[in-house]
Every structure is written in C-alpha cells, then in structure tokens.
C-alpha cells in the first residue's frame, strides 16, 4: 500500500511509476492527497494511460502546477 494512501486512511491502487514521480514532487503529493476522490481517480486513470516516464512527470507537474478549481468540473 502506498504510505500517503495509508496515512490519509484510504487504499489506491497507483501505478509504480506514478507512485515514484509523485515522490519527486512533494508540491503534487499535496495537491494530489488534497483533491476529491473523482479527481484522484481521473489523475491515476491518466497515469495508468502513461506511455512513457515523461508522460508520467508531465502528469504529476500538471497536478503540482493546477489549483484545486482546475480540478472541477
């Protein structure tokens, strides 16, 4: 189980890579940990889509870079 999933009480499935690249970056960590359910799900929906490590980064810099309203809707 991921170590932020277990602290925040929930259980995701993250892909590895995704897992890693949130760790490199503690800004979308937050932000990720801090968003509504159906966001965290169509961010890892994204990440598990990923074809590459940079289409990874790009994921999590876009989490890290958006506000929470960005995330809405």
């Known amino acids: 189980m991921n170590r932020t999933a277990e ?3 929930e259980k995701w499935d993250l892909p590895l890579g995704f897992t890693m ?9 937050l932000a990720f940990a801090s968003m ?9 929906d994204r990440a598990r889509n990923a ?7 790009r994921i999590v810099s876009d ?3 958006k506000s929470f309203n960005d ?3």
């Open 51 to 57: 074809n590459s490590r940079c289409e990874m980064q």
């Open 36 to 44: 509504p359910k159906k966001h965290r799900d169509r961010c890892i």
């Open 71 to 73: 995330f809405i809707g």
């Open 21 to 29: 690249a949130l760790g490199e970056n503690p800004d979308a960590m």
């Open 7 to 9: 602290i925040l009480g």
């Open 63 to 65: 989490i890290a870079q």
